[in-house]
RNA sequence: UGUCUCAUGGUGUAAUGGUAGCACUACAGUUUUUGGUACUGUCUGUCUAGGUUCGAAUCCUGGUGAGACAA
């Protein structure tokens, strides 16, 4: 009997993969994984996994499955949480959780597994993995969309390698949400009705920008309102596609003089493009939106209206080193393109693009203009159902 | 200093005699295993002191404040 480990969250999604995988005859050692222990910023100063532990726990001795913890703390702090501090520093917008996927649940809780017996591991993902083989008869994972559409968590597992998907499971993949409840309803779970988590998963009850503002620096800066008729938004397009490509995904670089100071706020580095919220600034007709910010001179700059045409780019560059594909056997080589669909943020319906492999980075040429196209975040294409590759916006 | 105009919630405005509406903001909730977006809901107001009137944001007078023109 295969010995598979199994992330227990204290969930509902990893509480039925844990019974389906042993419905289908593996040995299922449930292990719940501690990633943040700080209680600074939660609320009431509770402990932050205690009660998911529990609960975990209480699952497994349900299930009658094997059940363990294990401390990652130490390198979800290295590999996640520095990694996103430093992104907003810089004034980007990191996905914490696509890291969290790629160095913490599918790295170093591998490596746990691992330590537990098992070379396997399975989590409540929403998608589904394939093999086919090469030419060679070697394997060949494929990472698909999860069958229910609209919990489908694909997007988050965009950065995996060949490798590790091919020590992972994703036990509820192939099935819908709600028959994931019925399961647990029916086999009587403690998560059966606990609410879906939402947030970065350690940050847990608190929002981010009040955790962000714990973190870093507040600065003093100004808001500049850019006009949408501004002249940069008229820009002649070389006649050379490629240069063409360089110049669409160039992002907009706006100067305080391209507009009017209309307010302020407490530091750049707090906000994202395409945010409309928490800029306190009223009296407009519509509302206003962020187009950019530069952490450098600490200004915000934004437009008014969902119209605000440095509210959009066609087109947007990963760096080559940035640059990921899932489907090795499918990279493109420099000078090739290829017609994919794309999604940059979770939940986004499918974009048909075309990608363009050139010396200097691959550039997603999307049919449609794309709002809010936001550096640090990951762009994900896809084949259908399946993802063939990701990268990070660069900036 | 003189003349004129204006003064509505946090902001921008609507209602010129019958008990104040809209947008933005803020807040709350919904959606969402990132951030953001979106959706729903809620709060806050007639500069001040008098007067006319059954009744005033709306008319009259004084005050205060802002802007424009005038030298």
Same mark, same amino acid.
């Given at each position: 009997?295969?010995?598979?480990?199994?992330?227990?969250?204290?969930?509902?999604?990893?509480?039925?993969?844990?019974?389906? *995988?042993?419905?289908?005859?593996? %040995?299922? @050692?449930?292990? =719940? &994984?501690?990633?943040?222990? /700080?209680?600074?910023? +939660?609320?009431?100063?509770?402990?932050?996994?205690?009660?998911?532990?529990?609960?975990?726990?209480?699952?497994?001795?349900?299930?009658?499955?094997?059940?363990?913890?294990?401390? *990652?703390?130490?390198?979800?702090? %290295?590999? @996640?949480?520095? =990694? &996103?501090?430093?992104?907003? /520093?810089?004034?980007? +917008?990191?996905?914490?959780?696509?890291?969290?996927?790629?160095?913490?649940?599918?790295?170093?809780?591998?490596?746990?597994?691992?330590?537990?017996?098992?070379?396997?591991?399975?989590?409540?993902?929403?998608?589904?993995?394939? @093999?086919?083989?090469?030419?060679?008869?070697?394997?060949?994972?494929?990472?698909?969309?999860?069958?229910?559409?609209?919990?489908?968590?694909?997007?988050?597992?965009?950065?995996?390698?060949?490798?590790?998907?091919?020590?992972?499971?994703?036990?509820?993949?192939?099935?819908?949400?709600?028959?994931?409840?019925?399961?647990?309803?029916?086999?009587?779970?403690?998560?059966?009705?606990?609410?879906?988590?939402?947030?970065?998963?350690?940050?847990?009850?608190?929002?981010?920008?009040?955790?962000?503002?714990?973190?870093?620096?507040?600065?003093?800066?100004?808001?500049?309102?850019?006009?949408?008729?501004?002249?940069?938004?008229?820009?002649?397009?070389?006649?050379?596609?490629?240069?063409?490509?360089?110049?669409?995904?160039?992002?907009?670089?706006?100067?305080?003089?391209?507009?009017?100071?209309?307010?302020?706020?407490?530091?750049?580095?707090?906000?994202?493009?395409?945010?409309?919220?928490?800029?306190?600034?009223?009296?407009?007709?519509?509302?206003?939106?962020?187009?950019?910010?530069?952490?450098?001179?600490?200004?915000?700059?934004?437009?008014?209206?969902?119209?605000?045409?440095?509210?959009?780019?066609?087109?947007?560059?990963?760096?080559?080193?940035?640059?990921?594909?899932?489907?090795?056997?499918?990279?493109?080589?420099?000078?090739?393109?290829?017609?994919?669909?794309?999604?940059?943020?979770?939940?986004?319906?499918?974009?048909?693009?075309?990608?363009?492999?050139?010396?200097?980075?691959?550039?997603?040429?999307?049919?449609?203009?794309?709002?809010?196209?936001?550096?640090?975040?990951?762009?994900?294409?896809?084949?259908?159902?399946?993802?063939?590759?990701?990268?990070?916006?660069?900036?």
């Amino acid at each position: 009997m295969e010995r598979i480990v199994l992330g227990l969250s204290g969930g509902v999604d990893s509480s039925v993969a844990a019974y389906l *995988l042993k419905k289908q005859g593996f %040995e299922v @050692v449930g292990l =719940y &994984m501690i990633n943040w222990k /700080e209680t600074v910023g +939660t609320l009431s100063g509770e402990c932050p996994y205690e009660d998911d532990l529990l609960i975990a726990e209480l699952v497994a001795r349900k299930l009658d499955i094997e059940f363990h913890s294990v401390d *990652l703390s130490d390198r979800y702090r %290295e590999r @996640v949480v520095d =990694y &996103m501090f430093s992104e907003y /520093e810089h004034g980007r +917008t990191p996905n914490p959780d696509v890291l969290c996927n790629r160095e913490i649940k599918f790295d170093a809780f591998l490596e746990a597994a691992n330590r537990f017996g098992a070379d396997k591991v399975a989590t409540g993902h929403y998608c589904r993995k394939e @093999v086919i083989t090469d030419v060679n008869g070697k394997p060949i994972y494929r990472l698909l969309a999860g069958s229910d559409p609209n919990k489908d968590q694909s997007y988050f597992l965009c950065q995996l390698s060949q490798d590790q998907l091919s020590k992972a499971l994703f036990p509820v993949g192939d099935i819908e949400k709600p028959e994931v409840r019925r399961i647990a309803e029916e086999l009587g779970l403690a998560t059966a009705f606990k609410r879906d988590s939402q947030g970065i998963c350690f940050v847990g009850k608190v929002d981010l920008p009040v955790f962000l503002q714990q973190k870093l620096d507040k600065k003093m800066g100004e808001v500049v309102e850019i006009p949408s008729d501004l002249k940069a938004y008229a820009r002649m397009m070389p006649e050379n596609a490629d240069e063409r490509l360089r110049k669409q995904a160039k992002p907009y670089f706006y100067r305080k003089k391209d507009g009017r100071v209309v307010g302020s706020h407490q530091g750049a580095h707090f906000y994202t493009v395409g945010q409309r919220k928490g800029l306190g600034i009223g009296g407009f007709d519509n509302p206003l939106f962020v187009l950019a910010t530069d952490v450098q001179e600490n200004l915000i700059f934004v437009g008014e209206g969902v119209d605000h045409p440095g509210l959009y780019r066609k087109t947007l560059k990963i760096n080559l080193e940035d640059c990921h594909w899932i489907r090795t056997d499918l990279a493109l080589n420099v000078g090739e393109s290829v017609r994919y669909e794309v999604r940059i943020r979770y939940r986004q319906p499918l974009q048909k693009a075309t990608l363009h492999l050139l010396e200097d980075g691959l550039f997603i040429d999307f049919d449609i203009p794309q709002q809010s196209i936001t550096p640090g975040q990951f762009a994900v294409w896809y084949s259908n159902d399946e993802v063939i590759g990701s990268g990070v916006i660069s900036d």
